[in-house]
Structures are given as structure tokens and as C-alpha cells.
Antibody, heavy 123, light 107 residues
């Protein structure tokens, strides 16, 4: 059974940093690209970032480019999101999502999602 | 950047009725369009991939159609458990994008 378990969320002041983690199990982690998708309270889904199976290809939404860094550790079956210079508008539930292919620009889809970790940016 | 626009934003439907949700892309995306269902306090769940391909375990009353810029999700004979928000998603080019969502309420 595929499981994606996010952690690392919490309350943080504007301008500070936070690192999210996603522990994956139930599939061969280094065969697939992975993504972060967020959902602000009461709002829709927003793709944040994606990383290919070997970290060779990475993409970001314009809203987080230059502030967020995605990474993965295939030996630990883990995905990460380093979030710097956080803003109030980054407040959201952050989901880890599995890609259906190894690449991030392969016209694929999200076949599994975690339960999310909540990030609240407020003073 | 490709923008997806869904309609309607909200729909109130009686059980056994047919529901149709549309998703329009700002430029052609071929068949790189997928549909997800999100029930309250749950993670999104994949319903349809590549515009019209069914997903194992998803009830057959859910179907998709379309290509290029215009896509449709159809729910035949709506059931109470289908109350949810439905999102389309394009993966034709980065940045990947979602529609704003369509909330389906059961009357």
C-alpha cells in the first residue's frame, strides 16, 4: 500500500524558514517524480514544485521561485521542501503527491496524495 | 502559463441526476487533463486520467471526455457519496495548473 506521510508544518513568523518532509513507502521511490501541492484554507489546489526521480529536473511555481527548494533523498525514501522568506500567503495545507512517471514534465498525473501538513505564517 | 477555468463553481443536485462539469484550457493541452475528487477534510483522489481514461476502483458512473481546450467530467446518476469538490489538472506544460474547483452539493 502506497503511503505518503508529511511532517514539519507549524506556526512560523513572516520571513522565517520551515522545512517540510514527506516519508514514502509502498512503492519504489526512486522510480517516480514527486511533487508538493498546497491548498490555502477554503481555497483550491496549487502546484508548488516537482522533482524528477534523480533530481535532474526540478520545477517551481512562480509564486515560490527563489524562496522554496525541493529535494529528495532516495536512500531514505524521502521528499523535502525547504521554505524560506515565508509570507502570509504561503499559509496552506501542503500535500506530498506521487507522480505517475519518473519525470516532471511528462504529461503525467498525481496518483497518490498524502494527508498534508499545515503551515501557518503569522506574527 | 496555462490557465484552467471550470464551470460551474457550484452545483446543487438531487440524487440520481446527471452532473456535468466543464474545464476549459487557455491553450491546447491535447489530452493531458486529469480529474480529481476532494471530499471534505480529505486529500484529493484521482478520478480520470488523460481526459477520458478510467481509474481502477473508481465507480463507472464517472466519465471524462474532450481534448485540446475543452473537457468534461460527467457523473451519471449522482449518489450521496459524490458530494465533493472536483478539480481538473493540466500536465501539458510547467507550471502544472488546476482549475478553481467545482463544488457539488446533494440536495
Amino acid at each position: 500500500e502506497v503511503q505518503l506521510v508529511e511532517s514539519g508544518g507549524g506556526l512560523v513568523q513572516p520571513g522565517r524558514s520551515l522545512r517540510l518532509s514527506c516519508a514514502a513507502s509502498g512503492f519504489t521511490f526512486d522510480d517516480y517524480a514527486m511533487h508538493w501541492v498546497r491548498q490555502a484554507p477554503g481555497k483550491g489546489l496549487e502546484w508548488v514544485s516537482g522533482i524528477s526521480w534523480n533530481s535532474g529536473s526540478i520545477g517551481y511555481a512562480d509564486s515560490v521561485k527563489g524562496r522554496f527548494t525541493i529535494s529528495r533523498d532516495n536512500a531514505k525514501n524521502s521528499l523535502y521542501l525547504q521554505m524560506n522568506s515565508l509570507r502570509a500567503e504561503d499559509t496552506a495545507l501542503y500535500y506530498c503527491a506521487k507522480d505517475s512517471t519518473p519525470l516532471i514534465a511528462a504529461a503525467a498525473y498525481f496518483d497518490y496524495w498524502g494527508q498534508g501538513t499545515l503551515v501557518t505564517v503569522s506574527s | 502559463e496555462i490557465v484552467l477555468t471550470q464551470s460551474p463553481d457550484f452545483q446543487s443536485v438531487t440524487p440520481k441526476e446527471k452532473v456535468t462539469i466543464t474545464c476549459r484550457a487557455s491553450q491546447s493541452i491535447g489530452s493531458s487533463l486529469h480529474w480529481y475528487q476532494q471530499k471534505p477534510d480529505q486529500s484529493p483522489k484521482l478520478l480520470i486520467k488523460y481526459a477520458s481514461q478510467s481509474i481502477s476502483g473508481v465507480p463507472s458512473r464517472f466519465s471524462g471526455s474532450g481534448s485540446g481546450t475543452d473537457f468534461t467530467l460527467t457523473i451519471n446518476s449522482l449518489e450521496a457519496e459524490d458530494a465533493a469538490t472536483y478539480y481538473c489538472h493540466q500536465s501539458s506544460s510547467l507550471p502544472w495548473a488546476f482549475g478553481q474547483g467545482t463544488k457539488v452539493e446533494i440536495k
